[in-house]
């Protein structure tokens, strides 16, 4: 069964860029396609885009102007970048994967909490 | 964007119950809907998906019907480990949306 992990910093400064990755475990990056999902505290959750491995991508257009993410092959990796945090920004966020015929998520991280503050 | 609604918001229910949660979308999203629950501090777990199939590993007391913008999650006898937060999701277009959730706790 895939197993997938965030990791990078907890804090990051208003103006700045957020960067996240997520590693794929027992399974191969080439496998799905991957999704980056976010939670504000105590609020529903948000579909950021996804990505896959030859390229293939969407992103949700309230994002879209900030939202980079790319694939590691070498590293079994795909990462995020939000560029121009602010406070709204502040949220657990989720790499998840959909990996059968249908778009549902049927693999997620675990969730890492990023602060927007000074 | 879709939009996804969900009643009730919150659900008090006791263990045995049947419990019904109902789901619409701003238009149709055909059977590409997916049902998620989701317990405090934990990632959202996949229960449902097109609708009405049960994901591998998940206990027949969930099912999922629907077509179209109305949609419903029932558990036929609610479990103390039940006691959570269910989403619905739709992936008919771009961008996915989620709805806000329905709370089930205890009575």
């Known amino acids: 069964q895939v197993q997938l992990q965030e990791s990078g910093p907890g804090l990051v400064k208003p103006s700045e860029t957020l960067s996240l990755i997520c590693t794929v475990s027992g399974g191969s990056v080439r496998s799905s396609y991957w999704s980056w999902i976010r939670q504000p505290p105590g609020k529903t959750l948000e579909w950021i885009g996804y990505?896959?491995?030859?390229?293939?991508?969407s992103y949700n257009p309230s994002l879209k102007s900030r939202v980079t993410m790319s694939v590691d092959l070498s590293k079994n990796q795909f990462s995020l970048k939000l560029s121009s945090v602010t406070a709204a920004d502040t949220a657990v966020y989720y790499c998840?994967?959909?990996?059968?015929?249908?778009?549902?998520?049927?693999?997620w991280g675990q969730g890492t909490l990023v602060t927007v503050s000074s | 964007d879709i939009q996804m609604t969900q009643s009730p918001s919150t659900l008090s229910a006791s263990v045995g119950d049947r419990v019904t949660i109902t789901c619409r979308a701003s238009?149709?999203?055909?059977?590409?809907l997916a049902w998620y629950q989701q317990k405090p501090g934990k990632a959202p777990k996949v229960l449902i998906y097109?609708?009405?199939t049960l994901e591998s590993g998940v206990p027949p007391r969930f099912s999922g019907s629907g077509s179209g913008t109305e949609f419903t999650l029932t558990i036929s006898s609610l479990q103390p480990d039940d006691f959570a937060t269910y989403y619905c999701?739709?992936?008919?277009?771009?961008?996915?949306?989620f709805g806000p959730g329905t709370k089930v706790d205890i009575k």
């Open positions: 998840a994967g959909s990996s059968g015929s249908s778009w549902n998520f049927d693999s």
């Open positions: 990505m896959s491995y030859i390229g293939s991508s």
């Open positions: 238009q149709s999203i055909l059977g590409w």
């Open positions: 999701q739709q992936y008919n277009s771009f961008p996915f949306t």
């Open positions: 097109k609708a009405s």
